[in-house]
């Protein structure tokens, strides 16, 4: 069982930034690899982020190239999501997830979530 605490979001202005976190505590073999999926009301839940906790390895979908950062805490249970040149149409509950696969985080099919956290871009 893994718990994830997300901190981070809030309301900024187009191009600005905005950390979001998420710790995991639990078996860490459940949180080998963590990500930042986001949803807009109405729409379908996007992949953001991923990372392997292990080695640091991540990925940032295409959306977020060149703005967006992930990375992870020496004690590999901690990942951030910096986000940076905001735009309006960020705006979204973003979640944390965690998977003791690739594949499960990949596929938006990890068996942990967060309760999501909100990031509103104004123009």
């Known amino acids: 069982l893994v718990q994830l605490e997300e901190c981070g979001g809030g309301a900024v202005q187009s191009g600005g930034c905005l950390m979001l976190?998420?710790?995991?505590?639990?078996?860490?073999?459940?949180?080998?690899?963590m990500g930042w999926f986001r949803q807009v009301p109405g729409k379908e839940r996007e992949k953001v982020a991923t990372?392997?906790?292990?080695?640091?390895?991540?990925y940032i979908d295409d959306f977020g190239q060149g703005r967006f950062t992930i990375s992870r805490d020496d004690d590999k249970t901690t990942m951030h999501l910096r986000m940076s040149v905001l735009k309006p149409e960020d705006t979204a509950m973003y979640y944390c997830?965690?998977?003791?696969?690739?594949?499960?985080?990949?596929?938006?099919?990890?068996?942990?979530w967060g309760q999501g956290t909100q990031v509103t871009v104004s123009s």
């Open positions: 997830a965690a998977a003791e696969s690739y594949r499960t985080l990949w596929e938006g099919r990890a068996s942990f």
């Open positions: 990372i392997q906790m292990d080695n640091g390895n991540g």
């Open positions: 976190s998420c710790a995991a505590s639990g078996k860490k073999s459940d949180s080998a690899f």
